[in-house]
């Protein structure tokens, strides 16, 4: 989200804080804008939504805490602005910086923050995911916006039950350098089979750190190393995910819209890139039997 206009602290005042002593722009990303704030006993995040995102904002939340009282590694949640014009979620600051920055600095290390990293995305798995996400059109399935994969995917048998975070990258993963510290943005979370997400995290390793740049000061060598741990990590802990194929296709079909071009919005994919996306999805649909 690119609008400078953005007043955090007149966003806080409409959720009830008491006057903050900083407010810190963090990020923009595509849809929204993260600000770390001090209040004196410690710091928060605000993460800011464009309008109109008030009913993915609920389901977020929802999602956070189910995750949370699961045992896993998730801000907690203290305030939800609930203006549509400009939804808000005041959470918990999570220690340390985000896995991709910890890369940066010490890319030594990749093989075992990938470990914890896959330890995390095992457990993740483990959780059933909470009502919210059985709702009517939010289907794993259907987020691929592609009729004949649909049908394709549902001749199969899937796991429907399993919590999927669908954006598990290292940027949205905190670390402290020993342990997960956060896993953020749960967004696109969805209900399904594990392998789907499994398969989203491999597709963005793959083609999205070349594509988008965003883990691109990071080498290749790098990410290899840290989606080898990722890979033994979530193996130790949830055995080895089977006949991936199908999944990998689906994925590679996500990604084409997901980081399609969007009028005024910096970061779509190029037609080249488009255009390798559309090769790996069709190795895998090969590699499917389709
Ligand atoms: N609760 C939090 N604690 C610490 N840092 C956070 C927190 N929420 C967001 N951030 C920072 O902001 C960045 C973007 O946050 P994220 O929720 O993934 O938003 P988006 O992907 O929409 O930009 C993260 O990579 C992290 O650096
Ligand atoms: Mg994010």
């Given at each position: 989200?690119?609008?400078?206009?953005?007043?955090?602290?007149q966003?806080?005042?409409?959720l009830?804080v008491p006057a903050?002593v900083?407010v810190?722009r963090?990020?923009?990303?595509?849809?929204t804008?993260v600000f770390?704030?001090?209040?004196?006993?410690?710091?928060?995040a605000l993460?800011?939504y464009g309008?109109?995102?008030?009913d993915g904002?609920?389901?977020e939340v929802?999602?956070?805490?189910?995750?949370r009282?699961?045992?896993?590694?998730?801000?907690?949640?203290h305030?939800v602005?609930?203006d549509?014009?400009r939804?808000a979620?005041?959470?918990?600051w999570c220690?340390?910086r985000?896995?991709?920055?910890?890369l940066?600095?010490?890319?030594?290390?990749?093989?075992?923050?990938g470990?914890?990293?896959?330890r995390?995305h095992?457990?993740i798995?483990?959780?059933r995911a909470?009502a919210?996400?059985?709702?009517?059109?939010?289907?794993?399935i259907?987020?691929a916006?592609?009729?004949?994969?649909?049908a394709?995917l549902?001749e199969r048998t899937?796991r429907?039950d399993a919590l999927?975070?669908?954006?598990?990258?290292p940027?949205?993963?905190?670390?402290?350098?020993?342990a997960i510290t956060?896993v953020?943005?749960w967004?696109?979370?969805?209900a399904?089979?594990p392998?789907?997400d499994?398969a989203r995290?491999?597709?963005i390793?793959r083609?999205d750190?070349e594509?988008?740049?965003?883990?691109?000061?990071i080498?290749?060598v790098?990410?290899r190393?840290f989606?080898?741990?990722?890979?033994?990590?979530?193996?130790?802990a949830?055995?080895?995910p089977s006949?991936?194929?199908?999944y990998?296709?689906?994925?590679?079909?996500?990604?084409?819209h997901?980081r399609a071009?969007r009028?005024?919005v910096?970061?779509?994919l190029t037609?080249?890139?488009l255009?390798h996306?559309?090769?790996?999805t069709a190795?895998?649909?090969?590699?499917?039997g389709w």
């Amino acid at each position: 989200m690119h609008d400078n206009s953005l007043d955090a602290r007149q966003i806080l005042r409409d959720l009830g804080v008491p006057a903050p002593v900083s407010v810190a722009r963090v990020t923009g990303g595509r849809d929204t804008a993260v600000f770390r704030v001090n209040l004196g006993d410690g710091d928060r995040a605000l993460r800011v939504y464009g309008a109109g995102q008030m009913d993915g904002l609920w389901r977020e939340v929802e999602v956070m805490e189910a995750a949370r009282q699961a045992g896993l590694p998730v801000p907690r949640v203290h305030a939800v602005g609930i203006d549509d014009e400009r939804p808000a979620l005041l959470m918990e600051w999570c220690r340390g910086r985000p896995v991709t920055h910890e890369l940066k600095a010490r890319p030594w290390s990749a093989r075992h923050q990938g470990v914890l990293f896959g330890r995390t995305h095992a457990a993740i798995h483990g959780v059933r995911a909470p009502a919210v996400l059985h709702e009517l059109g939010r289907s794993w399935i259907a987020w691929a916006r592609d009729d004949e994969l649909g049908a394709r995917l549902s001749e199969r048998t899937h796991r429907e039950d399993a919590l999927l975070h669908l954006d598990y990258h290292p940027l949205n993963v905190m670390t402290d350098g020993g342990a997960i510290t956060g896993v953020l943005d749960w967004t696109n979370a969805r209900a399904g089979d594990p392998r789907a997400d499994y398969a989203r995290t491999l597709s963005i390793l793959r083609l999205d750190a070349e594509v988008e740049g965003r883990l691109a000061p990071i080498a290749r060598v790098v990410i290899r190393r840290f989606e080898l741990g990722w890979r033994q990590g979530y193996h130790e802990a949830a055995g080895e995910p089977s006949d991936l194929a199908p999944y990998l296709a689906w994925a590679g079909t996500v990604m084409q819209h997901d980081r399609a071009p969007r009028p005024g919005v910096p970061g779509g994919l190029t037609p080249e890139r488009l255009n390798h996306i559309r090769t790996w999805t069709a190795e895998w649909k090969r590699r499917a039997g389709w």
